[in-house]
């Protein structure tokens, strides 16, 4: 190969790779361009379905009191990008009726058990606890997967409803006192769940929390 052909060859090959940097940073700009749309579309409507609220839900003293347990991406629950997928698309077909997520009957203990997993983790210190005879109190809690659609909610985005099984099979008839206007709008997603755990218990899991 002689001076000339070599010098060719540099050439090409920098054309070459010239050719798939300029693609690949436009590919690049694009999707930080489509991301930030997404982003800013989604805080107008104040949408996030990748998120996942784990939210505690307490009567006290005729009292609704909604918490906050935990708040992770998705993906970082159900430690899988199909299943994480799936949650935020059934989360966008959720109605003021019907606030739960409907997840095929078969893969139901999959997608709860992640939750399972998550809240036994962050309660691990009480089980421990009690395997060495310190004091604890422990109860039964019911979860199940939820996006509320209604109007008076500030923010759309899945959440795993955590309340203790007595508490969600005794609900009173009358609507409690509420610590916010909007909080009405979870008193009706409970009294749905209330009642769609004693026809179909089977779209919900129980697990032990103990402090």
Not at 40 to 66: A, H
Not at 69 to 98: H, I, M, P, W
Request: aromatic letters at 10%; proline letters at 3%; glycine letters at 4%.
């Amino acid at each position: 190969m002689n001076f000339f052909e070599i010098v060719q060859t540099v050439r090409t090959t920098i054309q070459d790779h010239a050719v798939k940097f300029v693609t690949g940073l436009v590919l690049m700009t694009i999707g930080w361009w489509i991301g930030k749309w997404r982003a800013q579309k989604n805080w107008k409507k104040q949408e996030f379905f990748d998120r996942l609220n784990f939210s505690l839900n307490t009567l006290e003293k005729g009292v609704l009191k909604i918490r906050t347990l935990s708040e992770k991406r998705c993906e970082d629950v159900f430690l899988n990008s199909v299943a994480s997928d799936t949650v935020q698309k059934l989360a966008r077909r959720t109605t003021e009726k019907d606030p739960m997520l409907a997840i095929p009957i078969n893969d139901t203990w999959y997608y709860l058990n992640a939750i399972l997993n998550e809240l036994s983790e962050q309660f691990a210190v009480g089980l421990l606890r009690r395997d060495l005879g310190a004091p604890t109190q422990s109860a039964i809690y019911i979860i199940a997967l939820t996006c509320e659609a209604a109007g008076e909610v500030r923010t759309r985005k899945v959440r795993a409803m955590v309340i203790q099984k007595s508490v969600l099979a005794t609900l009173p008839a009358e609507i409690p006192k509420l610590e916010a206007p909007n909080h009405s709008t979870r008193w009706e997603t409970l009294r749905f769940l209330s009642t769609e755990y004693a026809k179909n218990p089977t779209r919900f899991l129980e697990v032990e929390l103990c402090v």
